[in-house]
């Protein structure tokens, strides 16, 4: 039998308690539309209803990082990718939770600059 330590590279430590984390992962997302109360974006992974995670709007939209969480999570289809599989494709519902004054500011800016525009087009945001 193959020692674990051999395998990992380094021994692990049990860490007694219950003692919390904080794991961050990146999710793609396009922007479909955005509001003072929340935003509606399409990717290709999972979003429970109920995660609380932070959307970062790209730098064309000045950059905001604000906090969502997930209200709403469908299968809307799938889109063939260049690898030839079909992974699934979401749509989520997002609402902003504990807006600052500063961000919601902010926020009703972008919205008064893309209502002239004709709205998003195709913004790509990091969720």
């Known amino acids: 039998m193959?020692?674990?330590?051999?395998?990992?590279?380094?021994?692990r430590v049990v860490v007694p308690g219950r003692v919390?984390?904080?794991?961050?992962?990146?999710l793609d997302a396009r922007l479909l539309d955005l509001s003072i109360t929340g935003?509606?974006?399409?990717?290709?992974?999972?979003?429970?209803p109920g995660f609380v995670c932070a959307i970062e709007l790209p730098p064309s939209l000045s950059s905001?990082?604000?906090a969502v969480r997930v209200v709403r999570s469908i299968v809307v289809g799938t889109e063939k990718n260049e690898?030839?599989?079909?992974?699934l494709?979401?749509?989520?519902?997002?609402?902003?939770?504990?807006l600052t004054?500063?961000?919601?500011?902010?926020?009703?800016?972008?919205?008064e600059l893309l209502i002239p525009l004709g709205g998003l087009g195709e913004?790509?945001?990091v969720l």
């Open 20 to 26: 919390s984390s904080r794991v961050r992962a990146t």
């Open 101 to 111: 004054a500063e961000q919601r500011a902010g926020l009703e800016s972008i919205l």
């Open 64 to 66: 905001l990082s604000l």
């Open 2 to 11: 193959t020692d674990m330590r051999e395998r990992r590279g380094a021994a």
């Open 123 to 125: 913004g790509k945001i």
């Open 39 to 48: 935003a509606r974006v399409e990717h290709q992974n999972l979003l429970r």
């Open 83 to 87: 690898a030839g599989e079909r992974p």
């Open 89 to 98: 494709r979401y749509e989520s519902g997002l609402e902003f939770v504990g």
